[in-house]
């Protein structure tokens, strides 16, 4: 056979959530010899705006992989922010959605509570959402932006205002969340986010820390922390 008759390897087209990373819907398969061309095609969804793809529609079929990302953002989604180091006060009982304009989590905040933000959105109709934590946002609405609550409150270690971390000799943990969604992992409990982990993976925990305000927070092989309400220790 000659290799002008040998199948090249496929080409995996994505598209893509910007804001969230989930698929909009199964990915495609380009298949062809070596030598042909192919074209990805740009996709048009009912609830999506294109707006932008890390690599060229159109390429050869070679010997070498290729992947091709095209990234969408709801529509009406006007602006979308990562904020840090906002906190909001909660004037009223605020309820959760699982996501902008989205469904009741059915789990409301209390009065006088202080949530951190992390995202930002502003919709086409004005209003303001932030997401305070996976699959969890509020509307701005009868909340003010607070400082952040918890300076000045941690032990202090190494003459830093710091969390203590207490050594794990890699302890095995398991995410324990909703299934197919991911929670975030930070730099530091309440820091930046850093990476994502999804529901059911394993991890080996090397550290463990509990703030001044009673959540506990694993460190995950040296590499960041995951609030312990989404962690499973033991059998």
Do not use: C
């Not at 909001?88 to 699982?98: F, H, I």
């Not at 959105?121 to 701005?140: C, H, I, L, R």
């Not at 918890?150 to 890699?170: A, C, F, I, M, Q």
């Amino acid at each position: 056979m000659t290799e002008s008759f040998k199948t090249g390897v496929p080409v995996w087209v994505y598209y893509i959530d910007i804001d969230t990373k989930a698929n909009i819907q199964l990915p495609q398969l380009l298949r062809g010899l070596i030598g042909q061309h192919y074209t990805a095609k740009q996709v048009q969804f009912d609830n999506f705006k294109f707006v932008n793809a890390d690599a060229d529609y159109t390429g050869t079929f070679d010997e070498e992989p290729h992947t091709i990302r095209m990234y969408y953002r709801r529509k009406d989604w006007a602006e979308v922010e990562e904020v840090h180091d906002m906190f909001l006060k909660l004037s009223a009982a605020t309820e959760v959605y699982d996501m902008v304009n989205g469904l009741p989590r059915h789990t409301t905040y209390p009065a006088g509570m202080v949530l951190r933000a992390f995202k930002r959105v502003a919709t086409s109709n004005g209003k303001f959402w932030y997401e305070v934590g996976p699959d969890q946002w509020v509307e701005y609405h009868q909340m003010s932006i607070s400082k952040n609550p918890y300076e000045g409150r941690l032990p202090k270690s190494d003459d830093e205002e710091e969390l203590v971390v207490k050594p794990l000799d890699n302890m095995q943990g398991r995410i324990d969340y909703i299934p197919h969604k991911m929670i975030q992992v930070y730099d530091r409990p309440y820091g930046k986010i850093v990476n994502e982990l999804e529901h059911d993976t394993t991890i080996s925990l090397t550290g463990t820390a509990t703030n001044s305000d009673g959540v506990v927070w694993y460190e995950v092989n040296h590499r960041g922390f995951v609030n312990g309400t989404y962690v499973k220790t033991g059998a």
